[in-house]
């Protein structure tokens, strides 16, 4: 099991925007749904967005209108456009392979994503 790489954190103020890359090995990535998930301190992982093999996708009520997740099968990475950012968001944002609350690997390192009021 490979963990994936997720860059693209970092500090901006509320309303501000981030995009956040993922790239995954592509035996997990190509059979498997992903997710965008985030922990914030002294919080259990949370799922905020994610995205099936062939590009359908839901989103935590707490996000929706304002990120969009999307992948790219050919470079096995899956992005996180993150609008309209809240101090509430601030978290280390993880992907993942998953299905239900069954991830397919170790998690990565994460990125810090850190908003601003």
């Known amino acids: 099991q490979v963990q994936p790489v997720e860059s693209g954190g970092g500090l901006v103020q509320a309303g501000g925007s981030l995009r956040l890359s993922c790239v995954a090995s592509?035996?997990?990535?190509?059979?498997?749904?992903m997710g965008w998930y985030r922990q914030a301190p002294g919080k259990q992982h949370e799922l905020v967005a994610g995205?099936?093999?062939?590009?359908?996708?839901n989103y935590a009520d707490s996000v929706k209108g304002r990120f969009t997740i999307s992948r790219d099968n050919a470079e096995n990475t899956v992005y996180l456009q993150m609008n309209s950012l809240k101090p509430e968001d601030t978290a280390v944002y993880y992907c993942?392979?998953?299905?239900?609350?069954?991830?397919?690997?170790?998690w990565g390192q994460g990125t810090q994503v850190t908003v601003s009021s």
């Open positions: 993942a392979a998953f299905s239900g609350s069954f991830i397919f690997h170790p």
């Open positions: 592509g035996s997990i990535f190509r059979r498997n749904a």
């Open positions: 995205i099936t093999v062939d590009g359908s996708t």
